[in-house]
């Protein structure tokens, strides 16, 4: 039976994912050559075969491609489910992921989430989390928060640090997104199902594989790339000497993004990944949520600053150094010298003096600002 032609730009998308060996790359090619998406379909082969890397392979395998029926059972089950979707070609595809060169034609999601918020960070780790891992991941998650950053979570829906990350994203109210190495019929691992559910209400789940997908191996190595492209920098929790997480930490720095990964005891198994990250300069050695900030240059925006009690004893020339930070927001050490007509030496005592009863801190630069 031949399959209803839906004349839409999803339709002819779906179709065109079907075709074996058809990525971004060559997409955009024929789409560039040929004027549109349905038409790399109707256009004539001899035309194809001389389109630059299309090539007589690939131009036989879209003419004689057998994927309509299976595109039009894929729209039936996009409509049914109400599955919302993303194109390459559109306005409204995440900006962060389409600078990455290998990204998907198509996204497929259910939920509600802003995928250019102004802070995404993709949280991953190995699936056998350890204590140590669990308070770090939780720490993190927690001052993210507590610091006004509030920024959208990313992560696999895996066991482990995935799991603990999405939750502790939750519990703060924190939007999150799980993106899947499987169509979005189903949720795997099935334990997290309900979680899953918690995550549509508040985030997304996302993936670029058609319903029926299995979770196979090898979908979950694709979908890295994804995990990685969609936010502004990667953490890595903990990881074994090989998996996932560092995968997707490589790809990460491909993309030309930041990764973090937290040091580990150099017995434990599960810290070898992180340390190796460490090692090698392909990741930047974290202890807290300050360390993010500080590479990231996001600023604390939290309430600390209007909650701070100055001590009551500090001297006039203290509370006046004071006064001028808290104005200024950040200052160097020699406008304040200008500011208070205060000499160097004694101004460099006073504002160690500040920053030991942790009022102020210093920044590279010798650029002071509220702690």
Known sequence: MQAKIDDTELFWLISLSLVDGIGIKNAKTLISYV??????????????????????????????????????????????YKINYLSYFNNNYPTRLKQCEDAPLLLFYKGNVNFDYKKLITIVGTRNLTAYGKQNCEQLITDLKERGHNPIIISGLAYGTDICAHKEALKHGLQ????????????YPALHTNIAKEIINNGALVTEFLSE????????????????????????????EKGGSLITGDIANSYNRDVFAFPGNIDNKYSIGCNKLIKSNKASLIENVKDIEYI??????SNQQTKLIIPPNLTADEKNIYDIIKEKKIINI????????????????ILLNLELQNIIRVNPGNMYKLA
Request: proline letters at 2%; charged letters at 25%.
């Open 35 to 80: 004027g549109g998406i349905k038409e790399i379909f109707t256009e004539k082969q001899q035309k194809l075969i001389r389109i630059p890397g299309i090539g007589e392979i690939t131009a036989n395998k879209i003419k004689n491609a057998n994927v309509f029926n299976r595109a039009e059972q894929e729209m039936k089950f996009i409509e049914k």
């Open 213 to 240: 997908t299995k979770p196979d191996k090898q979908n979950f190595i694709k979908r890295n790339r994804i995990v990685a492209g969609l936010s502004d920098c990667t953490v890595v929790i903990e990881s074994g």
């Open 176 to 187: 999150t997104i799980a993106v899947l190495g499987h169509g979005l019929d189903r949720v």
């Open 296 to 301: 990231m240059s996001w600023e604390n925006n």
């Open 334 to 349: 020699d406008t304040l010298c200008n500011i208070t007509k205060i000499t160097s030496s004694e101004i460099s005592v």
